[in-house]
């Protein structure tokens, strides 16, 4: 896609840290690190979301995060790593090129905002009802 960044970053028009491709996916770090080691992975076919992504490459994409997240973890001695995948705007997806971020958690690097929420025990009534709300939506395709 033309104006696509990541579109950009795949055919080398722009310039990134590889650490990791094959003939589906590209893996790179991310320029504004939320910890050292924060890469992402994304598919060469563009697709805005995980509505858009093909099974192949969703598939490819997860795959891959394995072999990265191994490489992470290794390379810099990370006790945890986030994979974190936004969609749509009102979640802050920011690029609409469809990437995991992978965000380790390195010895003497910061907390990770996504993985330190306060746990606040919910409304079960609350929760069945949405609960059968989605399971309807699913059931009505
Ligand atoms: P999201 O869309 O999930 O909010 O995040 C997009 C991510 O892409 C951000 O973490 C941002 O730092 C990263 N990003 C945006 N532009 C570039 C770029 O040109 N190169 C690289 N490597 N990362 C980018
Ligand atoms: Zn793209």
Redesign the pocket.
């Known amino acids: 896609m033309e104006d696509c960044?990541?579109c950009?970053?795949i055919k080398g028009e722009?310039p990134?840290?590889k650490v990791y491709e094959d003939d589906q996916v590209l893996a790179?770090?991310?320029?504004?690190?939320?910890s050292p080691g924060?890469a992402?992975i994304i598919p060469k076919n563009h697709a805005a979301n995980l509505a858009e992504i093909s099974d192949g490459d969703l598939s490819a994409v997860h795959r891959a995060s394995k072999k990265v997240m191994g490489g992470i973890e290794k390379a810099l001695k990370a006790s945890g790593v986030a994979c974190?995948?936004?969609n749509g705007k009102g979640?802050?997806?920011?690029?609409?090129h469809y990437?995991l971020?992978l965000i380790p958690k390195v010895p003497g690097g910061p907390d990770l905002p996504v993985s330190t929420w306060e746990i606040i025990p919910g409304d079960m009534d609350e929760i069945n009802a949405t609960a059968e709300k989605i399971s309807a939506a699913l059931k009505n395709g």
């Open positions: 960044i990541f950009k970053i722009i990134s840290f790179f770090m991310d320029i504004n690190p939320i924060h992402l974190v995948q936004l979640v802050n997806q920011v690029v609409m990437h971020h």
